[in-house]
C-alpha cells in the first residue's frame, strides 16, 4: 500500500468517528497526551500539528512556524515541502543526491512513513543530521508524537541524547540521562508544561530531578504553578520539590506564580508542603501583594485566612490594600476582604498617597465610600500638600452628599422620650469630624474650606463643634491680643518719647521712663521673632504664602532699627530713623487691628475692610492709566501752580483731587497766579471733574457697598470660615513635630486645654432641646437642631407610611384574588347542584334549569366555614407582609452599614 492510500484510509476513518489506525493496524496515538487512560491525539501530515490540549497560549518547545521555516531554508528544501505537502512521490534522481538529509527530515516532519523506510533502505542517510537550528529528526518526530518514526530512527542508530520529550518510554529504555534537555529545561519540564500527568509520574518514578542544581532557575514547579496544573504540582511535592525555591532575577516563587494567576488549589498544596506565605521577589511582593494586583478574590480570601501578612508593603512602601485597587473589574471582593482583615486603611506610600487617594484618583465611586466607612482619613495629604477630599471633590463628587448624610446620622435621638417631650435629649457625636491622626481636631474642616465646600460649616453638627472648640482655645487668642496690645502700647510710648520731640538741636532731653520701655520692647520683640521662626519650621511653604507673617517680620526687623541706639541717647537718632519709626507705628497698630479681626464678634468688619481694601487696589490699577493721563495733562497747562510743576507732586494731586480736594478758585483765580492756557485748561480740569471725580469715584463707591452686601449675606459662613482656620492655625503650632520634643508634662496640658475631649470615646454633646434652662449653645443652633431631627424623623415616618400602604395594596390584591377564588368554586358547586328540577320550595323561581335561570338573581353566599378561612387567610398574610417588611429593613441596614 502506498502512503498516500495509508493516509487517505487514515482520514476516512478519522472523519467517521472510528479510531485512526496506521497500517499495521495499531492505534495512532500521543504519548504527550493529557489523558490519563492514553487519550488519542490526531495529527495531520499536511497541516500544523496540535501538540496536545494544554492551555491556551502555553509555551510550547519550539513554535511550530519556526520549524517549518527552518526546514523550508535547507537546500531545496522549499521545493521538496511542496512536493510532500501535495502528496507527491519525489523523482527517483533526488533520492541520490545531496538532498538526501533535507529530505529525511521532511519526511519524519510531514510524517511519510513509505518514503521514510526507502530513505534509511538506501543507507548512507545521516539520521543524526539537523537544521540550521539543530534540530535533528528525531527532534522532529518526538515534537509530532509519532511513535513509530520515533522507533524507526533508533532502529537505524538516531542519537538519543537529544533532548526530545515526547516519547519517554523509548527513550529512557536507550538508558538516556533522564535529566539533560534543552536550554536547561529537563523532560520533566516538558512533561509539566503538557499537564501530562502519566509521564511526570513516570519521569519521577525513574529518578528525574524535581527540583534544579542551580538557584534562581527554573524548576518543573514553577511550570506547574504557572500554568496551574496542581496534579502535576502534586506529584512534584509528593517526590521533594522545593516549594521554597526562587526563580529568576526577580526571585520569583512557585506561591508567587500562583498567586497572581488565581490557582487556588496550586496555592493551597504549596501552602501545605510549607510554602514560605510571605516570600518576597525582588521588588518586595509577596503573593498576596501579586494576589490583588490580578484581583484574585479567592486567593486573597485564603491567604489571608492562611494569616498571611495583610500589613507588609512593597515597592514605594504600598501595601496590598494599594494593590487591591489598581483595577475597577473586583477590586470591591478583594478591598473587603483586606478590609476586614484589619489593614491599615491610612497606610500612606513614600509619595503620600494613601489607598484612598487612588480610589478616588481611579474615579472609584463605590470604593472610595467603602474605605470611608472603614475609617479612611478624607484628610491624609501627599507629599507634594494634596488632600484626599480634593481628589474626591475632582474626581467622584457624588460621595459628597453621602458625607452630608453621615453627618445627619451623627446627630440622634435619645429613643427613651418623644422628640415633642421636655425631657427630650439629641445626641450629637463629633467623631465624625475628628480624624483619628495628630494633627488636631479641625482638619477636617480645613480641609472642606480648601476644596471649596465652606457650606458644609454650616451644617449644624460642625456649627456646634466649632462653637464648643472655640470656647476651649479662646483664651489663647485673648492672651495673643493682650501680649500684641501691651506691646504696641509700650512701642508707641517709646515713639512718642523719642521720635516726636525736635531733637536737632545740641540738648535733647529723654524722658526717664523711656530708657526702661526700651528695653521691655526689646525682649518682647525677642519674643515675637522666636514665635515666627517657630512657625517657619513648622512650614516654610506655607508661612510664605500667609501674607501677615510679612507684616510680623517688618514690624520685628523696624522696632530692631528704632532702638538699638537709642535706649540711652536720643541725640544719636538719624534721619532715616524717622522714617522708619513712622512706618513701623503705623504697622504695628495695622497688626493690633487685624489681631482684633480674628474674634467672631469682629471679624465682620475687618474682613470689610480688608475686602474693599483689596478691591480699591485692584479698581486703581485698571484706572492708573486715566489718572496718569490727567496728571500728565495737567503738569503741562498748569506751569505755575506748584502742586503740578513735578511729575510724582502732579500725580500724587491728581489723586487727591479724585477725592474731591479740587482747589478750582486756587488754581484758576489765585493770586500771583496766571493761566497760560485758559480754553485748553479749563476743557481739562471739566473733564477730570466728570470722568474721575463723578464717574469713577461713585463707581467705586457703588462696588464698595456691593462688596459689603455680599458679606453681610455671607457674613455667618464667613465667621465660621474665619474661627475654623484660627482654630487649625493654633492646633498645628501645638501638635507639631518641634513641639512634640518638649517634655511629656507640658505637651499633656496643651492637649488638656486645646482639645475638645482627650478620649475619643467622650466626643458626645448632648442637648434638650425643649428645656428652657439649656443656654449652653445659642438658641438659634439648638432651632437648628432640632429642626433637622424633626424633618427626618417625618422623613423616615413618611417612607414608613408609604411602605405600609404598599404592603396592603398587596395584601387587598391577595385578598381580592382569594374571595375570587373562593366565588368560583361556591358557584360551581351551587351549579352542581342546580342540575337537577327543584320544587318551588327549593327556589324562589320554582323549578327551572340553569340555563334558564333569570340573571338578575342574587349570588350564592359562601357558607360560614368558607369566610372563617378567608379571616384565616388574612391573619396569615398580614403576618407574612410584616416579617417581610422586617426582612427587608434589616438588608437595608446592612446595605447602608457597607
Not at 493516509?7 to 499495521?24: C, H, K, L, N
Not at 480648601?450 to 456646634?464: D, F, M, S, Y
Not at 501752580?641 to 489723586?655: D, G, H, M, Q, V
Request: aromatic share 10%; proline share 4%; hydrophobic share 45%.
Amino acid at each position: 500500500m502506498r502512503w498516500e492510500d495509508e493516509y487517505r484510509m487514515y482520514y476516512q476513518e478519522a472523519d467517521e468517528g472510528s479510531e485512526p489506525t496506521d497500517s499495521a493496524g495499531r492505534f495512532r496515538q500521543s504519548i504527550s497526551s493529557e489523558s490519563d487512560v492514553g487519550g488519542v491525539e490526531i495529527s495531520s501530515p499536511n497541516q500544523p500539528h496540535d501538540f496536545g490540549a494544554g492551555r491556551a497560549g502555553q509555551d510550547e518547545i519550539w513554535a511550530y512556524a519556526d520549524i517549518e521555516a527552518g526546514l523550508k531554508e535547507l537546500p531545496e528544501g522549499a521545493r521538496l515541502a511542496e512536493v510532500l505537502v501535495c502528496s507527491l512521490v519525489p523523482a527517483e534522481e533526488v533520492l541520490q543526491e545531496q538532498q538526501r538529509s533535507t529530505l529525511l527530515l521532511l519526511a519524519v516532519w510531514y510524517s511519510k512513513h513509505d518514503l521514510l523506510h526507502q530513505l534509511l533502505a538506501l543507507g548512507g542517510v545521516d539520521v543524526n543530521a539537523c537544521d540550521a537550528a539543530g534540530r535533528t529528526a528525531i527532534h522532529l518526530a518526538c515534537y509530532i508524537g509519532d511513535y513509530r518514526v520515533t522507533e524507526l530512527l533508533l532502529q537505524h542508530g538516531a542519537k538519543a541524547h537529544s533532548g526530545s520529550l515526547e516519547c519517554v518510554t523509548l527513550l529512557l529504555a536507550q538508558h538516556v540521562d533522564i535529566n539533560a534537555g534543552i536550554e536547561q529545561h529537563s523532560a520533566l519540564h516538558y512533561a509539566v508544561m503538557r499537564n501530562s500527568k502519566r509521564c511526570v509520574e513516570y519521569l519521577l518514578a525513574h529518578g528525574a530531578n524535581p527540583n534544579t542544581p542551580q538557584v534562581y532557575t527554573q524548576t518543573p514547579l514553577h511550570v506547574a504553578a504557572a500554568l496551574g496544573y496542581a496534579e502535576c504540582m502534586e506529584l512534584l511535592l509528593a517526590h521533594g520539590a522545593d516549594a521554597r525555591s526562587q526563580y529568576g532575577q526577580k526571585k520569583i516563587t512557585a506561591l508567587h506564580l500562583a498567586a497572581s494567576e488565581n490557582y487556588l488549589e496550586c496555592v493551597r498544596l504549596l501552602v501545605a508542603a510549607g510554602a514560605n506565605i510571605d516570600a518576597r521577589n525582588r521588588d518586595q511582593q509577596t503573593p498576596l501583594h501579586l494576589a490583588c494586583l490580578s484581583q484574585c478574590h479567592e486567593t486573597v480570601t485564603y491567604l489571608i485566612g492562611q494569616r498571611a501578612d495583610v500589613h507588609a508593603v512593597y515597592r514605594d512602601g504600598r501595601t496590598a490594600l494599594h494593590a487591591s485597587i489598581v483595577k475597577e473589574s473586583r477590586f470591591w471582593d478583594c478591598t473587603l476582604s483586606l478590609l476586614k482583615a484589619k489593614v491599615d486603611v491610612n497606610r500612606a506610600d513614600n509619595f503620600g498617597y494613601t489607598p484612598l487617594h487612588i480610589a478616588a484618583l481611579n474615579e472609584f465611586s463605590t470604593c472610595v465610600y467603602m474605605l470611608i466607612e472603614y475609617g479612611a482619613d478624607i484628610t491624609a495629604r501627599t507629599n507634594g500638600g494634596v488632600s484626599a477630599l480634593s481628589f474626591i471633590i475632582r474626581r467622584t463628587p457624588e460621595i459628597i452628599p453621602r458625607y452630608v448624610d453621615k453627618l445627619d446620622a451623627a446627630i440622634s435621638v435619645n429613643s427613651i422620650h418623644e422628640i415633642g417631650d421636655v425631657d427630650c435629649e439629641i445626641r450629637l457625636d463629633f467623631r465624625l469630624l475628628v480624624p483619628n491622626n495628630d494633627r488636631g481636631e479641625t482638619e477636617l474642616l480645613l480641609a472642606f474650606i480648601e476644596v471649596g465646600q465652606r457650606r458644609i460649616l454650616k451644617h449644624p453638627l460642625c456649627e456646634t463643634f466649632l462653637l464648643l472648640k472655640w470656647r476651649r482655645i479662646r483664651k489663647f487668642f485673648i492672651f495673643s491680643l493682650f501680649y500684641h496690645g501691651l506691646f504696641v502700647l509700650l512701642f508707641t510710648a517709646y515713639v512718642l518719647g523719642v521720635y516726636v520731640q525736635d531733637c536737632r538741636a545740641d540738648q535733647c532731653p529723654m524722658p526717664a521712663y523711656t530708657s526702661a520701655i526700651g528695653y521691655i520692647i526689646l525682649l518682647f520683640n525677642l519674643v515675637l521673632l522666636t514665635k515666627e521662626i517657630f512657625q517657619m519650621m513648622h512650614g516654610f511653604v506655607s508661612y510664605v504664602r500667609y501674607w501677615e507673617n510679612w507684616l510680623q517680620w517688618s514690624i520685628v526687623i523696624g522696632i530692631f532699627l528704632c532702638t538699638h541706639n537709642t535706649l540711652n541717647d536720643s541725640n544719636d537718632i538719624m534721619n532715616w530713623q524717622h522714617h522708619v519709626a513712622a512706618v513701623v507705628i503705623f504697622l504695628a497698630w495695622l497688626e493690633l487691628m487685624m489681631l482684633v479681626g480674628r474674634f467672631p464678634i469682629f471679624g465682620l468688619y475687618v474682613q470689610m475692610f480688608t475686602t474693599v481694601a483689596v478691591n480699591f487696589s485692584k479698581f486703581l490699577m485698571a484706572y492708573c492709566c486715566l489718572l496718569v493721563a490727567f496728571g500728565l495733562s495737567f503738569c503741562v497747562l498748569f506751569p505755575n501752580y506748584i502742586a503740578f510743576k513735578e511729575i510724582p507732586r502732579s500725580l500724587l494731586k491728581t489723586i487727591i483731587m479724585m477725592a474731591g480736594e479740587l482747589e478750582f478758585e486756587d488754581i484758576f483765580y489765585g493770586e500771583n497766579l496766571k493761566i497760560e492756557y485758559p480754553a485748553t485748561a479749563h476743557g481739562m480740569f471739566l473733564a477730570f471733574v466728570l470722568l474721575v471725580t463723578v464717574i469713577l469715584t461713585n463707581l467705586l463707591v457703588g462696588l464698595a457697598v456691593s462688596d459689603i452686601q455680599g458679606l453681610q449675606q455671607s457674613a455667618g459662613l464667613d465667621r465660621l470660615s474665619r474661627q475654623a482656620e484660627l482654630i487649625a492655625r493654633l492646633e498645628s503650632l501645638m501638635f507639631s513635630r518641634l513641639l512634640r520634643k518638649a517634655p511629656i508634662r507640658i505637651w499633656a496640658i496643651f492637649q488638656k486645654i486645646a482639645l475638645l475631649k482627650t478620649s475619643r470615646c467622650r466626643l458626645h454633646f448632648r442637648v434638650k432641646p425643649n428645656d428652657p434652662r439649656e443656654k449652653r449653645i445659642p438658641r438659634e443652633l439648638i432651632t437648628s437642631i432640632y429642626k433637622l431631627v424633626a424633618e427626618r424623623r417625618e422623613r423616615n415616618q413618611s417612607i414608613k407610611r408609604r411602605r405600609t400602604y404598599r404592603n396592603m395594596q398587596t395584601f387587598n390584591n391577595l385578598l381580592l384574588d382569594e374571595v375570587d377564588g373562593s366565588a368560583v368554586t361556591l358557584r360551581r358547586k351551587h351549579c352542581k347542584t342546580v342540575n337537577k328540577k327543584r320544587t318551588t320550595s327549593e327556589a324562589p323561581y320554582g323549578a327551572m334549569r340553569p340555563d334558564t335561570m333569570p340573571p338578575g338573581m342574587p349570588p350564592a353566599r359562601p357558607p360560614s366555614g368558607t369566610l372563617k378561612t378567608i379571616e384565616e387567610g388574612q391573619k396569615t398574610i398580614l403576618k407574612r407582609l410584616d416579617e417581610l417588611s422586617k426582612d427587608l429593613d434589616i438588608v437595608k441596614g446592612r446595605i447602608k452599614k457597607l
